[in-house]
Nanobody, 115 residues
Framework: QVQLVESGGGLAQAGGSLRLSCAVS????????AGWYRQAPGNQRGMVAA???????NYLDSVKGRFTISRSNAENTVYLQMNSLQPEDTGVYYC?????????WGQGTQVTVSS
């Protein structure tokens, strides 16, 4: 059974930083791609950042230069470093992994950025 457990969310002021972590179990993490998705109130869930099993990254335009996704296959963990946070970054952040047509989601962690 695949489990993804996010942590690191919370309240930050505009211009501040937060680091999200997602601990993955139940799969061979090194062969999976992973990503962070965000859902703001009233909006659909959308991709913020993704990283392939080879380490290639992709970002939502609005977070480029501010957010960094990384992974540790040794620790079965994917990270999202968020700097220069803005109020529009507020939302529930979900971790996702996918491999060979199977995808799994975490329960989400709330990030709130105050102006």
């Amino acid at each position: 059974q695949v489990q993804l457990v996010e942590s690191g969310g919370g309240l930050a002021q505009a211009g501040g930083s937060l680091r999200l972590s997602c601990a993955v179990s139940g799969i061979t993490f090194s062969i999976a791609s992973a990503g962070w998705y965000r859902q703001a109130p009233g909006n659909q869930r959308g991709m913020v950042a993704a990283i392939s099993n080879a380490g290639h990254t992709n970002y939502l335009d609005s977070v480029k230069g501010r957010f960094t996704i990384s992974r540790s296959n040794a620790e079965n963990t994917v990270y999202l470093q968020m700097n220069s946070l803005q109020p529009e970054d507020t939302g529930v952040y979900y971790c996702k992994t996918w491999a060979y047509g199977h995808e799994s989601w975490g329960q989400g962690t709330q990030v709130t950025v105050s102006s």
